[in-house]
């Protein structure tokens, strides 16, 4: 039997279907990709150091009150107010003999925070700094000094070249966060490029190609 709808039932029938189908998908492919985001590269105003950076994170000087050479974050700022991303690179003389002494040192400053766990012993091998072996460790944290007192997860990858300078590059970020943009990080991790200028010879790792990822930007919810 044919049923003769008119233009504005079909529509309703159409929209009510349409909604079914989206609020059936995992939420995570219900997005749009409205924001431009490309990456940029940050070369460092005296020559010490390169890297990629995508364009939505602001470069900002770390610790305003620090000497070490090379001082550097990058930070992001989620959707939701508490959210953030941010990625420091610190390189400095070092008081450490090995890269493994100097990443499980590095985190002691956070143990007294709330919540504070070791998600991921020091293990060796996985990253590099500038063509150096590097060894990295993950914790987590509820920043209580922080409004909202998110939890963090941290990722701490360090290493020490043969003329004794230490290269560390922490990735802090709120949890929600961390597994979108850990493969962002990584390849800003692997285009650091140190120069002659600290004792390292250029790792010749930065490049102008610039490798498909996944969303240099957190997927955002469309509205149904």
């Known amino acids: 039997m044919w049923i003769d709808l008119s233009s504005n039932e079909l529509i309703i029938i159409s929209s009510v279907i349409i909604c079914a189908i989206l609020l059936s998908l995992p939420i995570t492919q219900i997005y749009s990709s409205s924001e431009k985001v490309v990456w940029k590269t940050f070369k460092e105003k005296s020559g010490l150091f390169t890297i990629k950076y995508p364009s939505n994170w602001s470069p900002l000087k770390a610790y305003p009150d620090s000497t070490a050479p090379i001082n550097i974050l990058f930070s992001y700022s989620g959707r939701e107010e508490s959210s953030f991303a941010e990625l420091y690179l610190i390189g400095q003389e070092s008081i450490y003999t090995n890269a493994t ?42 920043a209580t000094h922080l409004e909202g007192k998110p939890v963090i997860k941290d990722l701490i990858v360090g290493t020490i070249g043969d003329d004794g300078s230490e290269y560390v590059v922490e990735y802090y970020v709120t949890k929600d966060l961390f597994d979108v943009f850990l493969p962002v990080v990584e390849e800003m991790i692997r285009s650091i490029n140190i120069t002659e200028a600290t004792g390292l010879p250029e790792s010749g790792s930065a490049s102008d190609e610039f490798p498909e990822l996944p969303p240099l930007s957190e997927p955002t919810i469309g509205k149904l």
């Open 101 to 142: 002494d100097l990443v499980d040192a590095y985190p002691v400053y956070l143990q007294n925070e709330q919540n504070y766990k070791l998600l991921q012993p020091t293990e060796c091998g996985k990253y590099a700094i500038s063509n150096l072996s590097a060894c990295d460790t993950i914790v987590t944290l509820k």
